[in-house]
């Protein structure tokens, strides 16, 4: 079955330290997404990769950081920089910037600090 | 810059009764629109999308149609059930990143 999978379901952040969520899809999508969601709340974008290697900031990337070394994965690390981390963190992939396509969203990854 | 405003919940009926969900969106371009629905502790789902004026989407008994004159994507159900309890999103996409724009969800509690 193809789809997008986000590890762990529950994280949990220590004062200080920088946690990474996984985020995986075998859908062959070009383009990926990392949204933050607050309780009430729409989603936020943070970051957002269009090609391999390649990403870029969204409206809220100030302690965040990606990666896009595959096509198939984009990792998204929470820094100490990031001062208020708890929230529920949703991955999305797109086949191409057409404008026209729809977002698959991934289980999410709810994040919590100690 | 592009936006989207969507009536604030929580959203209670019984069941059969029925819904609607106003949604409005600003955007320079002629964007896409979608209702996602999100069920605790889950992910988003796509519900259904329109990518045009006029254009009519519609799945598990929801419709919304693009309405460009009033700029709306009002998302309605005849008949509710237990099992649509869930947030509803409602968003655009529009070029050229395709990144999404989302309103702030309305929480429907459906009551047998």
């Known amino acids: 079955d193809g789809g997008i999978t986000q590890s762990p379901k529950y994280l949990f952040r220590k004062e200080g330290q920088n946690v990474t969520l996984s985020c995986e899809q075998n859908l062959n999508h070009d383009a990926m997404y990392w949204y933050r969601q607050d309780p009430g709340q729409g989603l936020r974008l943070i970051y957002y990769?269009?090609?391999?290697?390649?990403?870029q900031k969204g409206d809220i990337a100030e302690g965040y950081s990606v990666s896009r070394e595959k096509k198939e994965s984009f990792p998204l690390t929470v820094t100490s920089a990031q001062k208020n981390p708890t929230a529920f963190y949703l991955c999305?992939?797109?086949?191409?910037?057409?404008?026209?396509?729809?977002?698959?969203f991934g289980p999410g990854t709810r994040l919590l600090v100690l | 810059g592009d936006s989207v405003t969507q009536m604030e919940g929580p959203v209670t009926l019984s069941e059969e009764a029925f819904l609607t969900i106003n949604c409005t969106y600003t955007a320079t371009g002629y964007p896409s629109l979608f209702w996602y629905v999100q069920y605790p502790g889950e992910g988003l789902q796509l519900l259904l999308k329109?990518?045009?004026?006029?254009d009519k989407g519609s799945n598990k008994g929801f419709e919304a149609t693009y309405r460009k004159e009033t700029t709306s994507f009002h998302l309605e159900k005849g008949s509710v059930q237990v099992s649509d309890s869930a947030v509803y999103f409602c968003?655009?996409?529009?070029?050229?990143?395709?990144?999404?724009?989302f309103g702030a969800g309305t929480r429907l509690t459906v009551k047998p």
């Open positions: 990769s269009q090609i391999v290697n390649d990403f």
């Open positions: 329109a990518t045009k004026a006029d």
């Open positions: 968003a655009l996409s529009d070029l050229p990143n395709n990144d999404m724009r």
């Open positions: 999305a992939s797109t086949p191409n910037l057409s404008g026209e396509e729809t977002q698959y």
